[in-house]
T-cell receptor, first 116, second 116 residues
Framework: AQKVTQAQTEISVVEKEDVTLDCVYETRDTTYYLFWYKQPPSGELVFLIRRNSFDEQNEISGRYSWNFQKSTSSFNFTITASQVVDSAVYFCALSEPFSGTYKYIFGTGTRLKVLA | DGGITQSPKYLFRKEGQNVTLSCEQNLNHDAMYWYRQDPGQGLRLIYYSQIVNDFQKGDIAEGYSVSREKKESFPLTVTSAQKNPTAFYLC???????????????FGSGTRLTVV
């Protein structure tokens, strides 16, 4: 069965530290998509990145970077020089074909607290 | 600005009552989704709709009902049959409901339902 594991329940760092959020997934599909979403205190999930299974190139967007490794089924997310505004719950998700559409399999989330 | 509006943000319900959560989008998206979020858990799919006048059950549809009479609106009714309705409910939409998630979801800011 499809599964996404975010083993880190909560992480606390001091501002300007780097932090990596881990995501490990399980799937039998050869084509799949992985996502990261940020959930700030306001509640909505904000899309951060999508990666398909054929694209193992790492990506950097400002202070954010993602490391996708199919060999270890991991899609880790690093925030460089963290800021207080990065405090949120971060979800990793795996897309799964579902009755003609798709749905997400979400991890349980990692709560990141960045302390000033 | 385009987006998804969920109302109300907080909702209290007495046991045995039905309650309807509103979800409206002005993104012209075809597909809409309802997810439930419980503390320490990932999001789980309740219902989804790929087009107007059509909707399908997700993983945890028991005790819930939906309608999709207009493209913009996808209300969720939590019925008295739902045994544990206290949760955070998130509505989402995507450009289309195809099996390939070319785009991420756009999420609303959620409704927190509490049974009292």
């Amino acid at each position: 069965a499809q599964k996404v594991t975010q083993a880190q329940t909560e992480i606390s760092v001091v501002e300007k530290e780097d932090v990596t959020l881990d995501c490990v997934y399980e799937t039998r599909d050869t084509t799949y998509y992985l996502f990261w979403y940020k959930q700030p205190p306001s509640g909505e999930l904000v899309f951060l990145i999508r990666r398909n299974s054929f694209d193992e190139q790492n990506e950097i967007s400002g202070r954010y970077s993602w490391n996708f490794q199919k060999s270890t089924s991991s899609f880790n997310f690093t925030i460089t020089a963290s800021q207080v505004v990065d405090s949120a719950v971060y979800f990793c998700a795996l897309s799964e074909p579902f009755s003609g559409t798709y749905k997400y399999i979400f991890g349980t989330g990692t709560r990141l607290k960045v302390l000033a | 600005d385009g987006g998804i509006t969920q109302s109300p943000k907080y909702l209290f319900r007495k046991e045995g009552q039905n309650v309807t959560l509103s979800c409206e989008q002005n993104l012209n998206h075809d597909a809409m989704y309802w997810y439930r979020q419980d503390p320490g858990q990932g999001l789980r799919l309740i219902y989804y709709s790929q087009i107007v006048n059509d909707f399908q059950k997700g993983d945890i549809a028991e005790g819930y009902s939906v309608s999709r009479e207009k493209k913009e609106s996808f209300p969720l009714t939590v019925t008295s049959a739902q045994k544990n309705p206290t949760a955070f409910y998130l509505c989402a939409s995507s450009i289309d409901g195809s099996a390939t998630p070319n785009y991420g979801y756009t999420f609303g800011s959620g409704t927190r339902l509490t049974v009292v």
